[in-house]
């Protein structure tokens, strides 16, 4: 009997350990939020909320397609898969990267089910922090890992827009001479639109993204229709089963497959911006992660066909050999 009660009083806890891990508890629902209670609307019941929710499924899913543009951006990186491992590289690359994106988007989307937020990672690091750490120091380690990448994602796709403008001048006017601080200023200027719509414009930001993403379906079939009914054929050999190594100052085969791989893996990346909209998603819980795997998932199947069709309508650039797979972005 003595024994049982010792066991017992050292299985409880004690009044001490319960009221550590109730301030401990508090103290996470203070600094980072409970998971709330979101009503049919997409309000909590805590009253908590600081942004209109005026977003519905419709549009953030067409905000995940527009922004991860993945045709769009394949069809200016992919000269470094052709340089770096060639078709095998875009072909197999693109569905591993389908099925990998896919992945980690779901699990994100478990999280966000439980407690979409818009501060997304850091919030959940220091939510799931171990126990016995200070979850502020996980909190403020992941944010800052995530501030770092959006100001370099951020800083990418202005650039991109810039150097395609600059492109289609030089292709228009022989005598254009590209400089750098053309980039940067073009770069600069393809900014101004989404500036304005998000600082003074944010509730026509709705039927853009829509509009957005039906130029977006509506683009990938009017370039897939012209490249198939204008360009050369190359053969399936070719598509499924030719590999270009050798040609990036890389020696070992499966660095070159690797960094090819880059090229597949960036245009379906970027799901996780579906979840920075949490404040004003309609019924987030619900919506939000359905619309991070439906806009990978769409994406990458895009992709995919979009990868098959240019490497079958490549043409001439074959013709000059390997070697010259430079050229190819500018000839398609």
């Not at 400089?179 to 414009?201: D, E, Q, R």
């Not at 853009?208 to 198939?228: D, K, N, T, W």
């Not at 439906?294 to 070697?323: H, N, Q």
Request: glycine share 10%; charged share 15%.
């Amino acid at each position: 009997m003595a024994g049982n009660k010792t066991f017992a009083m050292m299985a409880e806890p004690t009044s001490a350990q319960s009221s550590t891990e109730d301030l401990r508890t508090a103290d996470r629902e203070k600094d980072f939020g409970n998971t709330g209670d979101f009503s049919g609307d997409g309000t909590t019941g805590s009253g908590q909320d600081r942004l209109d929710r005026y977003l519905s499924s419709k549009p953030i899913v067409a905000f995940g397609l527009t922004l991860q543009a993945s045709w769009e951006a394949i069809a200016i990186s992919f000269q470094s898969a052709l340089n770096n491992g060639g078709p095998s590289t875009l072909v197999y690359g693109m569905i591993l990267s389908i099925f990998g994106s896919t992945a980690m988007a779901a699990t994100l989307a478990e999280l966000a089910s439980i407690r979409p937020c818009v501060g997304a990672q850091y919030r959940w690091t220091a939510m799931l922090a171990p126990r016995g750490t200070d979850p502020r120091f996980w909190g403020f380690i992941q944010g800052y890992l995530t501030v770092f990448a959006w100001n370099f994602a951020c800083a990418l796709n202005p650039f991109l827009m810039g150097g395609m403008i600059q492109g289609c001048i030089t292709l228009c006017d022989e005598t254009y001479v590209a400089k750098g601080w053309h980039t940067m200023l073009l770069s600069w200027a393809s900014m101004a639109l989404p500036i304005f719509c998000n600082v003074y414009a944010r509730k026509i930001l709705a039927p853009l993204e829509i509009a957005a993403a039906i130029l977006h379906v509506l683009g990938f079939v009017v370039f897939v229709v012209v490249l198939v009914v204008m360009a050369r054929r190359s053969t399936a050999e070719f598509v499924f089963d030719t590999a270009f190594y050798g040609k990036s100052g890389w020696e070992n085969q499966g660095v070159q497959w690797s960094i090819g791989l880059l090229a597949v893996i960036f245009p379906i990346g970027g799901y996780d911006s579906i979840l920075h909209m949490a404040d004003e998603v309609k019924d987030a819980p619900r919506k939000i992660p359905l619309a991070m795997v439906w806009a990978t998932i769409t994406s990458g199947i895009i992709g995919l066909a979009f990868i098959i069709v240019l490497l079958f309508c490549l043409g001439y650039v074959l013709d000059a050999g390997p070697k010259n797979t430079s050229t190819a972005t500018n000839s398609v």
